[in-house]
T-cell receptor, first 112, second 112 residues
Framework: DQQVKQNSPSLSVQEGRISILNCDYTNSMFDYFLWYKKYPAEGPTFLISISSIKDKNEDGRFTVFLNKSAKHLSLHIVPSQPGDSAVYFCAASGDNNNDMRFGAGTRLTVKP | EAGVVQSPRYKIIEKKQPVAFWCNPISGHNTLYWYRQNLGQGPELLIRYENEEAVDDSQLPKDRFSAERLKGVDSTLKIQPAELGDSAVYLC??????????FGPGTRLTVL
């Protein structure tokens, strides 16, 4: 039962353009959402998060949008840089607990 | 501040052999997690500790997997005997604040 889904396994964008990574979830009890970034041979590192009481959170070049009615969130990276090339995981948790559910990840490639 | 430390980074064993992974969390982090990440998928929680107590081990295959966290600091995850399907990356993570989870680099296990 995959409660968090990232339907695009890969995404390729040109340097300087916008990258949009999407994530859908099925469990309406989720109230906190996170994006992690993972480079090869390293563990996932926290990137940005959003609580269900908000619909947008911004941190520098990274913005996460949450659409609760559609159970959908997206990560926007503007402008994209070659160093952003990595696998991005969407994660969700609920009921004020630490049990996060992860999507399968999207591999982003930013071409110079 | 040192991150989550895991060893070994890579392990190759034959099926039916035992294997153990070690994790040292970030200092002061009371919550420790073990995740398993299969190829092309996101991390899946195996067990979560609050200090010395395993508070969520519902996803741990208890017939062959065991874990311990003595003194509420370091933790060891063991598989005995290993099966081909256990090949994966085993991630240790820790947190001090709810939902602020930091991952280690992982141990890549290959079972032949």
């Amino acid at each position: 039962d995959q409660q968090v889904k990232q339907n695009s396994p890969s995404l390729s964008v040109q340097e300087g353009r916008i990258s949009i990574l999407n994530c859908d979830y099925t469990n309406s009890m989720f109230d906190y959402f996170l994006w992690y970034k993972k480079y090869p041979a390293e563990g996932p590192t926290f990137l940005i998060s959003i609580s269900s009481i908000k619909d947008k959170n911004e941190d520098g070049r990274f913005t996460v949008f949450l659409n609760k009615s559609a159970k959908h969130l997206s990560l926007h990276i503007v402008p994209s840089q070659p160093g952003d090339s990595a696998v991005y995981f969407c994660a969700a948790s609920g009921d004020n607990n630490n049990d996060m559910r992860f999507g399968a990840g999207t591999r982003l490639t930013v071409k110079p | 501040e040192a991150g989550v430390v895991q060893s070994p980074r890579y392990k190759i064993i034959e099926k039916k052999q035992p294997v153990a992974f070690w994790c040292n969390p970030i200092s002061g982090h009371n919550t420790l997690y073990w995740y398993r990440q299969n190829l092309g998928q996101g991390p899946e929680l195996l067990i979560r500790y609050e200090n010395e107590e395993a508070v969520d081990d519902s996803q741990l295959p208890k017939d062959r997997f065991s874990a311990e966290r003595l003194k509420g600091v370091d933790s060891t995850l063991k598989i005995q005997p290993a099966e081909l399907g256990d090949s994966a990356v085993y991630l240790c993570a820790s947190s001090k604040i709810l939902r602020h989870v930091f991952f280690g680099p992982g141990t890549r296990l290959t079972v032949l």
